[in-house]
């Protein structure tokens, strides 16, 4: 039992671990974001995929046999209610380790941002012939324009072909077969272009993203949508959520400092440091979140046994046999 209580542990943390590491990502998103040293190290010891890695499945397997192995123990003592107990509260961990386990093989989660009226293949994301479409959204907002709730509108087509309409919000997800695709975040996409060395550059772009202009002096422009301008202050900062004035904020940065500004009104079309720039529309964007996760209902299977061992070993007395005295399994 103490080699099982150490190997519980050391899974427990790694498994933490793995929760605060982002999983599945690029070599270099690790170096970017934690540092060169450390996120070789990262990607080396395969902290990155650590689910599949091949030495923490070793330890989920010794752990398993010695669990299996310390039940069959006790189940040859005859050990009684208590003893019972104790003996699904081993086997409700190896529950909760194989739900655990097919969540990490099997589970798949990703963000997506779609705009209202575009359609996003996820077969790239992990969900193999399933294509989905925004084709609305809006804000219920108090009288106070504190959001109040956020509607997508969605539609979801299947490897089989089944079209699946639904309208979705904040804890009320599309479920279909154990897909759940979540309402999270929102935003604004602004549309136009920009002319560059002479080229027509299409943008159509989230508000606070840009354009590479020359990476090698890292040289951007980046567009900031504001949907109530404030023609007096003339700042960035927008009076309303609502999109009663609409405007495109396009600010030139060089080395992260700002060395030209313009505000453009819809369909209009300025130069931004010698850059051309038009502003041909705006639209919504929803943010999602969509997961499929087969060991959740295992993992609850394991976390009942649990509660019902535990009741059976703290909380059931065992019955008295005449002419035996009572012990403790």
Known sequence: MKLGLLLLLLLGVLASLGSFLPQGQPAGFYRAYYGELPGRLIVLLSLDHLYHNWWFITLGTILTVNILTCSLRRVKKAPG???WGSIILHLSI???LAGAAISGVMGRHT???I???DSLDLTGRGFPGQVLTVKDFKIEYYENLQPRQYISSVSLKTADGLEIERDIWVNRPLKFKGLKIYQTS???LARGQAVIDGKAVPFDLASGRGLDIDPGKNVRLVFFFIPD???QGGGLHSRSPLPNNPRLAVVL???HQ???RQVLAENETKAVDGYPVTFSGYRYYTGLEIKKDPGVGIIYTGFILLLLGFVLRYLVPDKHVPGRAPHDS
């Open 229 to 231: 301008f404030d023609e």
């Open 186 to 188: 929102y935003g604004w």
């Open 94 to 96: 190896l529950v909760i």
């Open 111 to 113: 963000y997506v941002e």
């Open 258 to 260: 700002v060395t030209a």
């Open 81 to 83: 209610r208590r003893g």
């Open 115 to 117: 705009g209202v009226g």
């Open 253 to 255: 940065f060089q080395d």
